[in-house]
């Protein structure tokens, strides 16, 4: 009685098994076959042929086993290949945003990370791959659009504006630091009306603001955008 015990025990446990893969992935041919096996099992063991009956049954547990190894490697690759393409579009999205000069260190680091979710997606390392897709998305958490910084500054009137070098140089969208007056008369000395007295500022003079920092600048100051100040 012991070989009807075992075979049936057997045959129990794996048409259960694959009645519950084909509620998961009803198409793969370790499964197809692992079900074909368990119905070979099945009539051996019916038939009385009891070794049989517990090989097929051996067999149809390994192609169970090879069928949940494909399906989690086929659920791990969509699942990679999903976060990749959000990678991607996310990178572009930042690039619209013109990341690569406003934030160039974590636009560097998220193509690099986009590169290699594409090297290990087609070496089917599949976790590695998503990943290193969401560690790209990740570094582009910091990218935000930002007006860039203005690289010129026309001079109004003393009166109201009191523009002079001193309160140019204290605007926080030039320097936000008075005593930075110094390097707005370097790079204007010339254009100045008396270039040795950096106080007389004409009305209508276009004040050039350099960047010390490495930080982009472009156009005209517009006192209505919103800037974030300088060494944001």
């Known amino acids: ?26 198409n793969n041919e370790y499964q197809r076959k692992s079900r074909a096996l368990s119905a070979a099992a099945e009539r051996a063991f019916d038939e009385g042929d009891y070794d049989a009956a ?30 990749i393409k959000d990678a991607k579009a996310k990178l572009e999205w930042a690039r619209d945003l013109n990341a690569e000069k406003n934030f160039p260190n974590a636009f560097a680091e998220a193509e690099g990370h986009v590169s290699d979710a594409d090297s290990g997606f087609a070496a089917e390392s599949y976790a590695a791959a998503e990943n290193d897709a969401l560690l790209a998305i990740e570094a582009l958490s910091v990218v935000r ?45 010339k254009k100045l009306k008396r270039p040795d007295n950096p106080h007389l500022l004409m009305p209508g003079m276009i004040v050039t603001i350099p960047s010390i920092k490495g930080e982009l600048r472009e156009g005209m100051y517009d006192p209505k955008a919103k800037y974030e100040p300088f060494g944001k």
């Not at 025990?9 to 992935?25: E, H, I, M, Q, R």
């Not at 500054?153 to 926080?172: E, F, G, H, M």
């Open 145 to 189: 659009e930002i007006i860039p910084l203005p690289a010129f500054y026309t001079v109004d009137s003393w009166d109201p504006d009191r523009d002079c070098l001193w309160n140019i140089a204290k605007n926080p969208a030039v320097y936000g630091n008075p005593f930075m007056w110094e390097k707005l008369y370097e790079a204007n000395r």
């Open 1 to 26: 009685m012991k070989k009807p015990v075992i075979a049936l025990a057997l045959l129990v446990y794996f048409a259960a098994s694959g009645a519950f893969a084909a509620t998961s992935y009803d």
């Open 54 to 83: 517990a090989r097929y049954a051996r067999e149809s547990e390994e192609n169970a086993r090879l069928s949940a190894a494909f399906i989690e490697k086929m659920l791990a690759k969509a699942s990679a290949d999903k976060a």
